[in-house]
């Protein structure tokens, strides 16, 4: 398969009209723009699941539309009751779109709320956050080395939920007590609405994806052994 165009800035005007009109008989009324504007996200997917399976191969199997996420928002125990995320967003890693194993993350939010991202954002898993705590434990010298590298630090620091106090059964005085209070893992690289519609956006992706490699590599090695919750 051949990368296609991506029209970026309709993905765009469709999420800023959305957010101008977000209720369901507008959304209903523009399903066909809606649709267009999906497909130009998933062609998006599509290009850089080829370009960074150039180094990471584990995600060349993906198919676009299985690593997407729906717009339709659950207002139940929201004080915002709009039905929809004016957004789209993916996840592209070896087992698609689910958060562990971690890998690509990508928000396109209109008026500057885009970015990508990576890492470990799943917090509700405590077993994941105690496997992560335990491997940088013992490899303490390898994460700070990933997280200290030039290459890294150009794009990144390290975000997360943190706790007040290095949590019970961990040594206070590790040299890398300070990521211990973390509860998850992640980066967040912003992007404007200008990068997006830039033609060169999907090579600048890219390489911004490509500098978390070593970061999403410790991760996935911490995490081997987990094995996601079955749903009730």
């Known amino acids: 398969m051949e990368e296609k165009h991506v029209d970026t800035k309709r993905i765009l005007d469709y999420l800023t009209d959305l957010e101008a009109h977000n209720e369901r008989e507008w959304y209903h009324a523009n399903k066909e723009e809606h649709k267009r504007a999906n497909q130009e996200f998933e062609d998006l997917i599509q290009s850089l699941i080829f370009r960074i399976g150039k180094t990471d191969s584990s995600i060349l199997h993906n198919v676009p539309k299985e690593l997407t996420f729906k717009l339709v928002r659950d207002t139940r125990y929201s004080n915002d009751k709009s039905p929809y995320n004016p957004s789209f967003r993916a996840h592209i890693s070896s087992k698609g779109k689910q958060p562990i194993p971690v890998g690509y993350f990508i928000v396109i939010k209109p008026n500057g709320r885009s970015f990508l991202g990576g890492g470990l954002f799943a917090d509700m898993f405590k077993e994941a956050t105690t496997m992560v705590r335990d491997y940088i434990v013992q490899h303490g010298e390898e994460w700070e080395r990933i997280i200290g590298d030039p290459s890294f630090l150009k794009y990144f620091t390290v975000k997360g939920e943190v706790l007040k106090n290095v949590p019970r ?4 005085e590790h040299p890398e007590a ?55």
């Open 169 to 172: 059964g961990y040594d206070k």
């Open 178 to 232: 300070e990521y211990l209070k973390y509860k998850s893992w992640y980066l967040e690289y912003p992007i404007t609405d200008k990068q997006i519609t830039d033609e060169n956006f999907v090579t600048f992706a890219t390489q911004i994806y490509e500098a978390m490699q070593p970061f999403h590599a410790f991760l996935n090695k911490a995490l081997e052994k987990f094995e996601m919750p079955m749903r009730p």
